[in-house]
C-alpha cells in the first residue's frame, strides 16, 4: 500500500495566487482529514469527509478556503488567494471509520506551503 | 473545542532512559491515541486505547488512561536516539454529531541524547 499521497511536497507562492493542493487516500478508506500545522496553533483540523461528502468543515479559517472530494480516491484543499500567514504544512489524512467513533488516522508526508 | 494537551512541551533525556509524557482532556471519549512526527514528516499512529481500557503495551510503549482524571500517559522504555521526534495525544470527542474528528494536542519534543 502506498499510504496517502499528497502533492506538491513544497509550494512557493505569491501573494494572492492561488493555491492547489491534492491528496490521495489510501484505498478502501471512507473518510478523509485535512490538517494545517503551525508552530503558533499546532495541528488544526480544517475539514473532513466522510463517504465524499463534508462531514464538518467548521475549521476552515474563511472563505479563501475550500475543499472538494468529488471521489473517493482523490481530495483537494484550494486557497484563493493566498496570504502570507497561509504559510504552513497541510496534512492530508485517511481512515476507514465506522460506527462513528475516532479511529487512528494514516497521515501523509504533508505540502510545506510558503506565501511570500 | 476540546483539545488534548501534552506535557511537558520538551523532553531531553540520555539513550537507555525512560521517557514519560503526559496528556490531560476536558470532555468524555470513545478512545485516546497517541501519535509521532519526526521532523519534517506526517505523523504515525503509535497506539490507540479505548476508553474501557487502563493500560495498554505496544513493544516498548506503555499507554495508561485515567478517565476519572482524564488523562493519559506514554511511556517510552530504554530510550533510543531514534526515539527523538514529537509526541502527540489525540482525541476523538464525543459531540451530538459522533466523534470521528480527532483533536490533537500541541505535542511533546522528544530529544533523545546518544
Known amino acids: 500500500d502506498a499510504g496517502v499521497i499528497q502533492s506538491p511536497r513544497h509550494e512557493v507562492t505569491e501573494m494572492g495566487q492561488e493555491v492547489t493542493l491534492r491528496c490521495k487516500p489510501i484505498?478502501?478508506?471512507?473518510?478523509l482529514f485535512w490538517y494545517r500545522q503551525t508552530m503558533m496553533r499546532g495541528l488544526e483540523l480544517l475539514i473532513y469527509?466522510?463517504?465524499?461528502?463534508?462531514?464538518?468543515d467548521s475549521g476552515m479559517p474563511e472563505d479563501r478556503f475550500s475543499a472538494k472530494m468529488p471521489n473517493a480516491s482523490f481530495s483537494t484543499l484550494k486557497i484563493q488567494p493566498s496570504e502570507p500567514r497561509d504559510s504552513a504544512v497541510y496534512f492530508c489524512?485517511?481512515?476507514?471509520?465506522?460506527?462513528?467513533?475516532?479511529?487512528?488516522?494514516?497521515f501523509g508526508s504533508g505540502t510545506q506551503l510558503s506565501v511570500l | 473545542s476540546q483539545q488534548g494537551e501534552e506535557d511537558p512541551q520538551a523532553l531531553s533525556i540520555q539513550e537507555g532512559e525512560n521517557a514519560t509524557m503526559n496528556c490531560s482532556y476536558k470532555?468524555?471519549?470513545?478512545?485516546l491515541q497517541w501519535y509521532r512526527q519526526n521532523s519534517g514528516r506526517g505523523l504515525v499512529h503509535l497506539i490507540l486505547?479505548?476508553?474501557?481500557?487502563r493500560e495498554k503495551h505496544s513493544g516498548r510503549l506503555r499507554v495508561t488512561l485515567d478517565t476519572s482524571k482524564k488523562s493519559s500517559s506514554l511511556l517510552i522504555t530504554a530510550s533510543r536516539a531514534a526515539d527523538t521526534a514529537s509526541y502527540f495525544c489525540?482525541?476523538?470527542?464525543?459531540?451530538?454529531?459522533?466523534?470521528?474528528?480527532?483533536?490533537f494536542g500541541k505535542g511533546t519534543k522528544l530529544t533523545v541524547n546518544p
Open positions: 489524512a485517511s481512515s476507514f471509520l465506522w460506527g462513528g467513533l475516532g479511529e487512528k488516522l494514516f
Open positions: 489525540a482525541t476523538p470527542p464525543i459531540t451530538q454529531g459522533g466523534s470521528e474528528k480527532l483533536v
Open positions: 469527509f466522510n463517504n465524499n461528502v463534508p462531514i464538518d
Open positions: 484505498s478502501g478508506h471512507n473518510s
Open positions: 486505547i479505548r476508553s474501557n481500557e
Open positions: 470532555t468524555s471519549i470513545n478512545n
